[in-house]
């Protein structure tokens, strides 16, 4: 069993609407990490979180550290989030990051 | 502007033959990692560096090496003895014991 798991591996949406993807681990970690990598193959760091919620214009990332779960909410989604969304795990012990397999999401206009 | 810069985006090569990927950070940050991504796959770390002249293998080094002589410079040699060298390759970095990476663009590698 991977050490971080997605879901959905893929999600399709209409524009406009409201977006969930989750992220569980089964590792103690110092830090999550939320990525966006777009078909070009970059990568952009969304959000870090080690507690509590953060948002970044229509993102929200959340993380519950006790249950080991973390989600990424895109609200009134747009063509253009349409990407590869990452989860990536610090454990504890130093800062080599674990991944995720990662959500591919497409927004149809 | 901070960041890093891997280079080249593409490159093509013919199997047999060693190749050298480039990654260059200006950020002053103390580790550097390699990772592999595959088709449909996580990315998984090939090796890793906290501090110059030293580096760990990570879960996937086997026909790769690496070097770190200056702090800026990691780059990544994909040997002939890797079995299946085609694949998107990541450079990034980070201050060793902070949470908080730099991603470069990548380099897509295709061994014919």
């Known amino acids: 069993k991977n050490e971080v798991e997605q879901s959905p591996q893929n999600l399709t949406a209409q524009e406009g609407e409201f977006i969930t993807i989750n992220c569980s681990y089964s590792?103690?970690?110092?830090?999550l990490h939320w990525l966006q990598q777009h078909p070009g193959g970059g990568i952009v760091s969304l959000f870090m979180?080690?507690?509590g919620k953060k948002k970044h214009g229509r993102l929200i990332a959340t993380i519950n550290i006790q249950e080991k779960h973390s989600s990424l909410h895109i609200t009134a989604s747009h063509p253009r989030d349409s990407a590869v969304y990452i989860c990536a795990v610090a454990k504890a012990a130093g800062n080599k990051l674990t991944f995720g397999g990662g959500t591919r999401v497409l927004v149809k206009p | 502007d901070g960041g890093i810069t891997q280079s080249p985006k593409y490159l093509f090569r013919k199997e047999g033959q060693n190749v050298t990927l480039s990654c260059e950070q200006n950020l002053n940050h103390d580790a550097m990692y390699w990772y592999r991504q595959d088709p449909g796959q996580g990315l998984r770390l090939i090796y890793y560096?906290?501090?110059?002249?030293?580096?760990q293998k990570g879960d996937i080094a086997e026909g790769y090496s690496v070097s770190r002589e200056k702090k800026e410079s990691f780059p990544l040699t994909v040997t002939s003895a890797q079995k299946n060298p085609t694949a998107f390759y990541l450079c990034?970095?980070?201050?060793?014991?902070?949470?908080?990476?730099?991603f470069g663009s990548g380099t897509r590698l295709t061994v014919v």
């Open positions: 979180l080690s507690s």
């Open positions: 560096s906290q501090i110059v002249n030293d580096f």
């Open positions: 990034a970095s980070s201050l060793t014991g902070i949470p908080g990476y730099t």
């Open positions: 590792v103690g970690i110092s830090a």
